[in-house]
């Protein structure tokens, strides 16, 4: 959650392609940019082209691996064209409202998580590699291009949002330490707490705009890493009904490390995004309790005090998927159950086929 991680997460996201550069765009960025995405589309192409995507077994799992496909590219489109040349202002607003913002150095949990994450994929692709030879890297080597991106995007939002979190907390902890101290002298004296509800608005409105141009830059890849990650989820499971044949063994490790690199994560953004909507609605009845020590106020205080309270309350941090839905706990019990409910579809669909094939 430092400044000092995300510094070091936009330099590789300009190398990755994936990240704007500080400055305006110059021809050999643009150029380098551009070759970098067409890359990927030929090679998605290629990888489409190549795969079979379960055309000999059912119309739903080939569904379910083609959308999975157009999600993969609809995130590199965005990540590399949308976010480099249309909201570039908007990215260095964001992490300009944070300039100040001390979290503790993560330089090191970084390298860890990307260290293990390329020791697990080695794994997975030396797996793989013993059941497809060289073919696999024709059929599924870009694929895991396109799923580190995905990582590294959720490592870059979690530090993110682990920012917003330090903030609010920050906030928290000023108005706990005025209120032991009131409780503390056991004395509610005729001065208004003013000054410190007049900061705390003023921090939170700032923090409420930069929720909002979060949202802006961030809405849809949020969203196509959730649809991806409930569509991963259920696809994993639908291996055991497909006609690819690996042993046991190998099947489950593919599914734990796939678990590993792609849910985990996911549940750690929406964990902590969780946590700011909380802390936010702490911060609420926090600053309920600090206006409380208005007794002996005048109306005119009395009534800004009200007044600043309520603006407060109004602007409580939200972070959602493209305006579709906010980002909450309860986004977890939604994956599994479409997944459930996919699997049951699926499960039907699959015994009504076998049964119209032995006919």
């Not at 590219?73 to 040349?85: E, Q, R, S, T």
């Amino acid at each position: 959650m430092g400044l000092e991680t995300i510094e070091l997460m936009t330099k590789v996201g300009q190398v990755l392609a994936i990240g704007p550069p500080r400055n305006c765009p110059k021809f050999p960025q643009k150029f380098y940019i551009l070759v970098i995405f067409t890359s990927q589309c030929f090679f998605a192409l290629v990888s489409i082209v190549k795969n079979d995507f379960f055309q000999q077994d059912n119309v739903i799992k080939m569904t379910i691996a083609y959308i999975i496909e157009i999600l993969l590219a609809g995130f590199g489109f965005y990540v590399g064209i949308v976010l480099n040349f249309a909201r570039r202002r908007q990215w260095f607003e964001l992490l300009e409202g944070f300039s100040t913002v001390e979290g503790p150095k993560s330089l090191a949990k970084f390298y860890c998580l990307n260290f293990l994450y390329f020791v697990l994929t080695t794994v997975y692709v030396y797996l793989w590699f013993g059941y497809a030879q060289w073919d696999f890297f024709v059929r599924y080597g870009f694929r895991e291009v396109q799923l580190y991106y995905q990582f590294f995007y959720k490592l870059f939002l979690i530090e993110l949002i682990g920012l917003f979190l330090a903030e609010y907390r920050n906030v928290s902890l000023v108005l706990i330490k005025f209120l032991k101290h009131r409780r503390r002298l056991q004395n509610i004296t005729s001065k208004v707490p003013l000054r410190l509800v007049r900061q705390t608005t003023k921090i939170i409105l700032r923090l409420k705009n930069s929720g909002m141009i979060f949202n802006h830059l961030f809405g849809w890849p949020v969203a196509i890493i959730l649809a991806f990650t409930t569509l991963q989820l259920l696809n994993l499971t639908l291996y055991s009904f497909s006609n690819v044949r690996v042993t046991t063994i190998d099947s489950v490790v593919f599914f734990l490390i796939k678990i590993t690199t792609t849910f985990i994560w996911t549940s750690e953004f929406i964990l902590l995004c969780h946590r700011v909507t909380e802390e936010g609605k702490k911060i609420t009845e926090l600053i309920y309790d600090v206006r409380k020590h208005i007794a002996k106020s005048r109306p005119e205080e009395r009534k800004e005090l009200y007044e600043l309270t309520e603006t407060i309350a109004e602007n409580l941090p939200e972070f959602s998927a493209a305006g579709f839905f906010a980002i909450k706990k309860s986004n977890f019990l939604r994956m599994l159950e479409t997944t459930a409910n996919f699997l049951i579809v699926v499960l039907q669909f699959s015994i009504a086929y076998k049964k119209k094939q032995e006919k």
